[in-house]
């Protein structure tokens, strides 16, 4: 099945600096990629998806990026704010993607230092 | 529009014993999943409940049952509590032929 891997598994970094997060995925098959925002005590929050046969989406700060050769996305977030502190979790749909089953990384505690 | 609801936020069990989870989906979306968090893990996916009927399940013992109602609304079963059921629970909805999922607040389940 399909496996993915996160990292760093904290971030810390100066308000107004980027912040970049990576995954890896195992399928080639997978075609859909989204990302999460959980802070403490809510559940996931949805901040941005990305379907294969795009490279790269945008929304504000927030940006993610995809290598279906190399099977790894990224997440990047600019001019990062205190309230973007939180946990990030990337996710992959486990194909075939009608099952709606999404296989989460391990998660990233991003800090960011007023 | 209501988001994805979830009862009750937290619960306290015994070993052994039984416990049932609620979810109410966004509007307008006909499909639910459940996933269970433990501490300090990404959520990991229990089973998809689509036309009242289970669609898809993960690596979850029979312990672990559901159910949708014609509203779409669901319940997570879970019986003979162990320790290691400890965990945030989480529902997601979608709607069917879509891959977007959006969660709830999810239930805090504490077995002792």
């Known amino acids: 099945g399909e496996n993915v891997e996160q990292h760093p598994s904290t971030l810390s970094v100066q308000e107004g600096d980027s912040a970049v997060i990576k995954c890896t995925y195992s399928d080639s098959a997978s075609n859909y990629f989204p990302w999460y925002k959980q802070e403490l005590g809510k559940g996931p929050q949805l901040i941005i998806d990305i379907r294969s046969n795009v490279g790269e989406k945008k929304d504000q700060r927030i940006a993610v990026t995809l290598n279906k050769t190399a099977k790894h996305f990224s997440l990047h977030i600019t001019e990062t704010q205190p309230e973007d502190s939180a946990v990030y979790f990337c996710?992959?749909?486990?194909?075939?993607?009608?099952?709606?089953?999404?296989?989460f990384g391990q998660g990233t505690t991003l800090q960011v230092k007023p | 529009d209501a988001g994805v609801t979830q009862s009750p936020t937290h619960l306290i069990k015994t070993r052994g014993q039984q416990v049932t989870l609620r979810c109410s989906p966004k509007?307008?979306?006909?499909?639910v999943s459940w996933y269970q968090q433990a501490l300090g893990q990404g959520p990991q996916f229990i089973f998809q409940y689509y036309e009242e009927e289970e669609r898809q399940r993960g690596n979850f013992p029979d312990r672990f049952s559901g159910h949708q109602f014609p509203n779409y609304s669901s319940e997570l079963n879970v019986n003979a509590l162990l320790l290691g059921d400890s965990a945030l629970y989480l529902c997601a909805s979608k709607e069917q032929g879509r891959e977007t999922q959006y969660f709830g607040p999810g239930t805090r389940l504490l077995v002792l």
């Open positions: 996710a992959a749909i486990e194909p075939p993607s009608n099952t709606g089953k999404l296989i």
């Open positions: 509007s307008g979306h006909d499909t």
